[in-house]
């Protein structure tokens, strides 16, 4: 098995199945599917659940899964957590059914919870709690998302979350950690969290908003990222996460930072 391993994420408002084939065709390794209303939500996987896993075998790849960013598994009204941790179960339950190892989840943590942010953190422990449970039995693992904004900007704050929830792992989304740090942020985050990073997501920006622009196309100095990822020791899957209507762009992306992470130590 290579030591990267390479995928790209669906757009959820485009139609699920030609999304797939289309980023398989382009070579990538796996497809992350963002599981989010209009057209990729759990109803409409489950149409397209037959598709899914012959395109998968056809190509030698597998899907990960992605839980809709917006879910609010943290919200302090308990009726509102409940809704919003039916709806994420439903979301394992694919993944189970798609035999996709893991399941990344972000915090819930709008600005007005995070205004409390020892509040925001128990609701936050509650709710994975309850997806670490729901997912033992389903073999899928459940992976938190750096966010870094709100009561969860920091490597500390997803460190808390993953010391008080057992069996809690990490993705590392790379164009997140820059936000509001850069290289060093990216580094403590490799140092705080080793040996729970399962998973990584690339894309870039101007180091101070969340564009998911293509590699290369902001100010991330991707040598110095290939650099510490490998220093670190870490090897798997990671997402190419270009948010661009032209899928070329997937796999110019994937390229760069090939390139540079599985070229010769110098």
Do not use: C, Q
């Not at 390794?29 to 759990?42: F, G, H």
């Not at 919003?84 to 979301?91: I, R």
């Not at 979350?161 to 809690?168: G, K, P, Q, T």
């Not at 991330?220 to 762009?249: K, M």
Request: glycine content about 6%; aromatic content about 10%.
């Amino acid at each position: 098995m290579p030591d990267f391993i390479y995928g790209g994420m669906n757009n959820p408002h485009r139609n699920l199945k030609s999304e797939v084939e289309s980023i398989l065709k382009l070579g990538m390794d796996y497809v992350e599917i963002t599981v989010e209303w209009p057209l990729s939500w759990v109803d409409s996987i489950k149409k397209d659940l037959k598709f899914l896993i012959d395109i998968a075998e056809s190509y030698n790849s597998f899907f990960l899964i992605h839980s809709p960013w917006y879910l609010e598994i943290g919200h302090p009204y308990e009726g509102v957590r409940e809704g919003a941790l039916k709806e994420a179960f439903k979301v394992i339950d694919i993944a189970s059914r798609l035999e996709s190892p893991y399941v990344t989840f972000h915090p819930f943590t709008p600005n007005w919870l995070a205004a409390l942010k020892e509040k925001a953190r128990e609701f936050n422990v509650r709710g994975f709690k309850r997806l670490v449970d729901y997912s033992r039995d389903k073999d899928v693992r459940i992976l938190v998302e750096n966010v870094d904004h709100g009561a969860f900007k920091s490597p500390s704050d997803i460190r808390y979350l993953i010391d008080r929830v057992s069996e809690l792992y990490m993705t590392l989304d790379i164009g997140h950690a820059f936000l509001n740090g850069g290289i060093d942020k990216l580094k403590s985050y490799l140092s705080k969290l080793k040996g729970k990073i399962m998973h990584l997501h690339a894309h870039d920006n101007d180091l101070s908003r969340d564009l998911h622009l293509p590699i290369g196309a902001g100010r991330i100095r991707w040598r110095e990222v290939a650099e510490e990822i490998r220093s670190a020791g870490y090897r798997g899957t990671i997402t190419l996460e270009p948010h661009a209507s032209d899928l070329d762009y997937l796999k110019i992306s994937r390229d760069k930072i090939a390139a540079l992470l599985e070229a010769p130590k110098s």
